[in-house]
């Protein structure tokens, strides 16, 4: 949730910086772009990092930090504040996504996986909520940026609070031959790119946020001006895909007690293939919105499936730093593709969105297998070089 809160309100925020800073809305564009940045920089860090401070102190830090961050954007004098506050906040943001994600994906279940990332959907909902409510009463952002900052330094203290009971359970959990967070990695574990199938692995995280954020960014404006929406009726087709990946996710948490993480994989993408399909179709408008939240339920296992599936896949020594990577390139589909897609539909016309996100869909398909397929010719060899023995 201290996650999503921040993540969302940049979109409500930047309409209001620019018109009452008189700036262009490129330029209030930049505080996403340093943003996202700065979590990119930190995801690629983050195995070396949360191995030598730990997921819990890492946790605590980085959700201060988003605070701080926050609270200087709500008293922040000009732009270039927001631009350097910016910094902070992504670099707390990316600590945040990518330390849970592996210590999430280390200790516990794929339920517990997709239910941590459906909290992310809360808070993300909240934000805009919390944003929307300051705006009508003060006409001004920043006042919405200071009550999410004490939210943040509200779950700062419940994590500090906490730091006892990580300590606990690390303690209890802790697998033979994986070192303690805090202690530096065995030496001589293979580099990140030198496991078999990795670059599968990141280009499936960096197609899958190009469609999600790519879908969510110009999906209204295919709805109205492609098919002639209104923009009202567009805007709650998209927050109702938004809802769909939240749903989604809680109920994932259900499926994977009975099927598999690659299954959900496989399956998500399916459904996610035939949503953008039906959004090709001449069909009523009712049901081309439906196509939209079809796609949001069919994006909503994979990416908690493929952060949950790194210590089956890569080993559990490696998993810390291949999941960082994940985060990283992450960052980059959500940061780059989508800007990318929108100079594309710029000059070749928006009516090929779904057509370039069915492109992008086939691709993460056909990586994902591609994956699986040698993560099980590696195990099979593994299998094999024992039963030799």
């Known amino acids: 949730m201290s996650l999503g809160l921040p993540d969302s309100i940049l979109g409500v925020a930047i309409p209001v910086i620019q018109r009452e800073w008189g700036i262009e809305l490129s330029t209030a564009g930049l505080i996403s772009m340093v943003s996202i940045s700065g979590g990119i920089i930190y995801s690629f860090l983050s195995g070396y990092i949360t191995e030598k401070i730990g997921t819990s102190r890492i946790t605590f830090i980085s959700i201060l930090m988003t605070s ?15 631009l350097l506050l910016a910094v902070p906040l992504g670099v707390g943001g990316g600590a945040v996504d990518a330390s849970l994600n592996h210590y999430v994906a280390l200790h516990f279940r794929a339920h517990h996986m997709n239910w941590l990332h459906s909290f992310w959907g809360i808070g993300a909902t909240l934000g805009p909520l919390i944003m929307s409510r300051a705006l009508e009463q003060s006409g001004s952002w920043q006042p919405g940026a200071r009550t999410i900052a004490f939210l943040q330094l509200f ?64 999906g209204s404006s295919y709805l109205v001006h492609v098919r002639n929406f209104s923009i009202e009726g567009a805007a709650s087709w998209i927050a109702m895909y938004y809802g769909g990946i939240t749903a989604g996710r809680f109920l994932s948490g259900i499926i994977s007690f009975r099927l598999s993480n690659v299954r959900m994989i496989r399956m998500g993408i399916i459904i996610a293939l035939a949503g953008i399909l039906i959004l090709l179709m001449p069909l009523p408008d009712a049901l081309l919105g439906l196509a939209l939240v079809l796609v949001g339920l069919g994006l909503s296992p994979v990416f908690p499936a493929m952060i949950h599936e790194v210590p089956a896949r890569f080993g559990r020594e ?4 291949v999941i960082g990577f994940q985060m990283g390139f992450a960052y980059v589909g959500s940061a780059y593709l989508p800007p990318l897609l929108g100079v594309i539909l710029q000059n070749t016309g928006l009516v090929l969105l779904p057509f370039i996100l069915l492109g992008f869909l086939t691709a993460m398909f056909a990586a994902s297998e591609r994956l699986t397929c040698l993560v099980r010719r590696r195990i099979s060899d593994i299998d094999q070089d024992l039963s030799l023995q």
Do not use: D, N
């Open 318 to 321: 490696a998993s810390r730093k």
């Open 155 to 218: 779950m700062a203290t419940l994590i500090l609070l906490s730091l006892p009971i990580w300590r606990k359970h690390q303690a209890l959990v802790q697998p033979q031959g994986v070192p303690a967070e805090g202690k530096k990695e065995t030496k001589g574990s293979p580099g990140v790119f030198k496991l078999p199938g990795i670059v599968y692995a990141l280009l499936t995280m960096l197609l899958y946020c190009g469609v999600e954020v790519g879908l969510g960014l110009w």
């Open 68 to 82: 701080l961050a926050l609270f200087g954007f709500s008293v922040a004098p000009s732009f270039a504040w927001l």
